[in-house]
């Protein structure tokens, strides 16, 4: 099946400081992924659409200078949370859309990165 | 915008027994797509089962079939002969080309299985 990865999967860092998390599918293309952020025993909330090569669509109320998202080519979308705060600790997963050779309505997820900002 | 809504934050199930969770929707799509994840404790998300909205006959999969009513806007998952392995969060999440296919999920059902 398709395979998406994230790194980290877990990290550490503090107040002020940004980090960058990948998003990577494996063994497919993908045209678009999506970011969505998950609080302690909440549902994902998408927080934006990143599409190869053009400036990703954020949702309502998430700032698009905090994060920072980049689709640079078809298997690979970064997010970078920007001077990082503990209210940005969350569970962030990304998902992505398969290009073509698969049901485009499908998503395959990532497995997830832990922030956690002291 | 598109609504998920799952009103049973937490169902407990007997090992072996059958278990039905509810998620109903709005849209004024015609198009779209449903599905059901599961969350385990590794937080990963799996695909359950999908349901293209065009097709009347209701997806099954192994031990896992939906109750798709499209007039009523309800999409309900039933499990049968539960395992303790079915144990997670439960996702219905719907999908359409109004939201540039980005997932629209529900709040969760936390499904505990007790032996």
């Known amino acids: 099946g398709a395979v998406v990865s994230q790194h980290p999967s877990w990290v550490i860092c503090k107040s002020g400081t940004s980090v960058k998390i990948e998003c990577r599918s494996l063994d497919f293309q993908a045209t678009t992924m999506f970011w969505y952020r998950q609080f302690p025993k909440q549902s994902l909330m998408l927080m934006a659409t990143?599409?190869?090569?053009?400036?990703?669509?954020?949702e309502q109320g998430v700032e698009k200078d905090k994060f920072l998202i980049n689709h640079a080519s078809l298997t690979l979308s970064t997010l970078t949370v920007t001077s990082a705060h503990p209210e940005d600790s969350s569970f962030y997963i990304c998902?992505?859309?398969?290009?073509?050779?698969?049901?485009?309505?499908?998503?395959?997820f990532g497995p997830g990165t832990r922030l956690l900002v002291l | 915008a598109q609504t998920v809504t799952q009103s049973q934050p937490e169902m407990s199930v007997q090992e072996a027994e059958t278990v039905t969770l509810s998620c109903t929707y709005d849209t004024s799509e015609s198009d779209y797509y449903l599905f059901w994840y599961k969350q385990p404790p590794s937080r990963q998300m799996i695909l359950v089962i999908r349901?293209?909205?065009?097709?009347?006959q209701n997806a099954t999969e192994n031990r896992f079939s939906v109750n798709f009513q499209k007039a009523a806007k309800s999409f309900s998952l039933k499990i049968s002969d539960s395992q303790l392995g079915d144990a997670a969060m439960y996702f219905c999440?719907?999908?359409?080309?109004?939201?540039?296919?980005?997932?629209?999920f529900g709040k969760g059902t936390s499904l505990l299985v007790t032996p």
């Open positions: 998902s992505a859309r398969a290009t073509s050779g698969r049901a485009p309505e499908t998503q395959y």
């Open positions: 990143s599409n190869e090569g053009s400036k990703a669509t954020y």
């Open positions: 349901q293209e909205a065009y097709k009347q």
């Open positions: 999440a719907y999908l359409g080309s109004g939201s540039g296919y980005a997932l629209n």
